[in-house]
């Protein structure tokens, strides 16, 4: 159970009331007069958001109020109660009554309580909460670990999570629940055919790897996911400016997903056969470093021509599809942090997410609106796969010009999934840029609870 949660109902746990601006009038009438007079006193309207501990006769905290949007309200945020680990003072709490969504609100309380301390003494949550009846705190459990794992691995500067490191972390998880572990490491990768994966890689002196977990029944219907592990981008000779490499440890983002999604799925022992494919490199400048209109062969077949050493993802993405592609999978799924176009088109909250199965695709919109976890559909435009097209090789990696970034980047992989039964692409960004309510500035979990929650649904 997280951290988090007390373990036992307690009963001088502080009841938290929530409450909206037109609420405020009947509840506030339901107060003590003392109470009322203090809120008063203090100025409290129940806006978004806005805290009071009102006192007992001691000077203890008796009551707490705590302001949300309007259900209805444009730009509500479902994640609000978020905001209250970083507000009460060290305690135990319980709900008073019911916010809009009782759920979302325990795990909105639980992601708040997140704290990187990797590098300075971060302590326990002094805040702990008692689970409202009727919540599957066990499921809200595994929901905060998985994304407690992705930001942890994301927050963690390239120094120490390199391809190694990043391996180590899947090793640690795939030993856990006893699932198989392999690993291709450096020259292995050309001779075992990932010449993508090596390409990008091989200019860094950690060396590329391709992380490959499997886990359940082979019986089970075969699910695979496939996440982006470039454990620094610099952009290879297409250079990026010192201000988008800023944060270019986030680019194994997918990675980092990826692996809280799996650890979802096998701690909730889906009826899967969960395959774990990871692509894990440094972008690096070096004299062997790949150079734009280079060309290489990918595993499955065409050739590649680099038209950009930044646009490195999709290449180590297309090779590990490949390999997942060969086993024909009943659900193929990618995550990456791919492309800027998609952060122009749609910002750093809502990635854009591709494929050509109908009922997959509302199933994700769906799942992703329950979960508070937002997705937008993008089209597998097919009228843009001709700005592939390379004069010397089968196809180039970053077509000229800037429209579309993020579509011809989902054309390029879709060119290597072929026996998949059905194929969702995620591009996601990873990070939050601001903090916001349960979720802190930095490192963070997108599209795995949305996933898990339709994977649940299907094999659960």
Known sequence: MSLVFATAPDPEAIPISFVTKSGWEALRA???AAAQRFAQGHGYSAKAGQFLALPNADGDIDHVLFGLDEADARGADPFRAGQLPGLLPAGTYRFANAPHDVRLAVLAFALGAYKFGRYRKAEPPAVKLVPPQGVDVAAIARAVEAATLARDLINTPSNDMGPAELAEAAQMLAQRFDARFNCIVGEDLVTQNFPLIHAVGMAA????RLIDMTWGDPAHPKVTLVGKGVCFDTGGLDLKPSSAMLIMKKDMGG???VLALASMIMDAKLKVRLRVLIPAVENSVAGNAMRPLDVYPSRK??????????AEGRLV?????????????????DLGTLTGAARVALGPDLPPYYTNDETLALDVARCAAAENDPLWRMPLWGAYDSWLDSKVANINNAPSGGFAGSITCALFLQRFVENAKSWLH????????????????????????AIFALLSERYG
């Open 255 to 257: 990675a980092a997903n």
């Open 317 to 333: 993405l297309a090779d590990a599809l490949a390999l997942a592609d060969e086993e024909a999978p009943d659900l193929l799924i």
């Open 205 to 208: 002196t950690r060396a590329p």
């Open 301 to 310: 077949g065409p050739t590649v021509e680099i038209g950009n050493t930044d």
């Open 30 to 32: 339901s107060l003590p």
């Open 426 to 449: 995620v591009d996601i960004y990873g990070w939050t840029p601001k903090s916001k309510p349960a979720r802190p500035e930095g490192g963070e979990c997108q599209a795995a609870r």
